[in-house]
């Protein structure tokens, strides 16, 4: 069912009765071509991709609870492509050109918001390292805008910029950044692939990988036992877990991290705002509530819930940047488990087991990945050949001593 203006009009005429369910419910399988292992953003993009961009359809998603129960659904839905390093730069544009026609794409409403976002400096060298950024982005066709303080106030008059521990200077702008609305973005992806055939398998969790004369040939699930010739892994927060089935230890540490939602208030702030002089950031929901979020909690875990001294602190940030947050009534907040990696930047690789491929270590910023993380991995998976805006996203990256490390804090991944 394609979704239209006309659509919504003649449904309103005719009392809602002809919506059809957004995906099927299928049974699982024996057999499929590629089992992908995780229902969150990615995983759903990679099926998608797999089905539209390669004609593989004979796809299973198997996801542990419900589609968007993960960190897909649970993010403060920022995107952008501002990032400093090559092996990045080109593979987040691409998400972002992506982005920008992924509605039209797969006919449904993200609510993708290219509101821009707006990283605060608060010092002449946090300027000169934003400079440095902007023109990196610029030389690599991004979009990028140094704002001093006079501009800056023009759009946003309710920021402290008197503090005198945090004065605010300016800020480097990337206008085509903003929000999508993150469960739309797992519920179109798996419409599409849903209609392009894909089997979409919720409450399956995978428990073991059937493993033949060291060639990985299937999957042991709650549900049975499904053989596939290709099995991708795509489980985020879990991937240590997932990957210890098959004996493989990752360079990868599970972190919980918090997203908080005041209540809603008329529009106040333009765009996605971020405090250069701690880890804070917010914008604003179309329902008008502020979404912000900062730093992890700071220990290992698997659970999906944080800790009160963490909700000060984000709060701390939000007062030393904007005090008037101080009078919104915070109104939910809830917490997800991040894949941190040792450099903080990602993987879409094989690994040294046949027929077994891996997709992981997103950190705090794979929402935005989506769709080039579903796009070079699809590619991977058909071609058995890393997307040229990926090659730089390897397992082996820290034995070739090519690491990717855009905040230069080493390997220390709960500061990514
Ligand atoms: C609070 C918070 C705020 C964030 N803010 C941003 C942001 O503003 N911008 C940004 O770019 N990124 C942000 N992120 C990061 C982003 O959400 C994640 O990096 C990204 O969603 C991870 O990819 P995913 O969508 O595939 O993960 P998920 O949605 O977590 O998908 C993984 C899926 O695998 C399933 N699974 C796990 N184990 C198994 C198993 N054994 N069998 C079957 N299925 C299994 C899980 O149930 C889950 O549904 C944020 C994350 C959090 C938690």
Known sequence: MRYSALKVFKEAMTGHKGWEPVWREPEPKAEYDVIVIGGGGHGLATAYYLAKEFGITNVAVLEKGWIGGGNVGRNTT????????????????????????LEQDFNYNAMVSQRGVMNLYHSDAQRDAYVRRGNAMIMAGVDAELLNREQLQKECPFLDFDNARFPIMGALAQRRGGSVRHDAVAWGYARGADSRGVDIIQNCEVNGFVMDKGVCKGVTTNRGTIKAKKIAVCVAGSSGKVMSYAGMRLPIESHVLQAFVSEGLKPVIPGVLTFGAG???????????????????????YAQRGNLPVVEDVCEGGMALMPMIGRARLLRMWGGVMDMSMDGSPFIDKTGIDGLYFNGGWCYGGFKATPASG????????????????????????????????KGVGAQPNLH
Not at 87 to 94: A, D, H, K, R, V
Not at 279 to 301: A, E, M, W
């Open 78 to 101: 920022i995107i952008r492509s501002n990032y400093l390093l090559p092996g990045n730069t080109p593979f987040y544009e691409l998400s972002m050109k992506l982005w920008e026609n």
């Open 279 to 301: 880890h804070f950031y917010v914008s604003q929901s179309d329902k008008g509530g502020l979404v912000f979020g900062g730093d992890i909690d700071g220990y290992n875990t």
């Open 375 to 406: 796009f070079c991995y699809a590619h991977l998976i058909a071609k058995d050949q890393p997307h040229e805006f990926a090659q730089e996203l390897r397992l082996d990256r820290f034995m070739r001593g090519h690491l990717i490390d855009e």
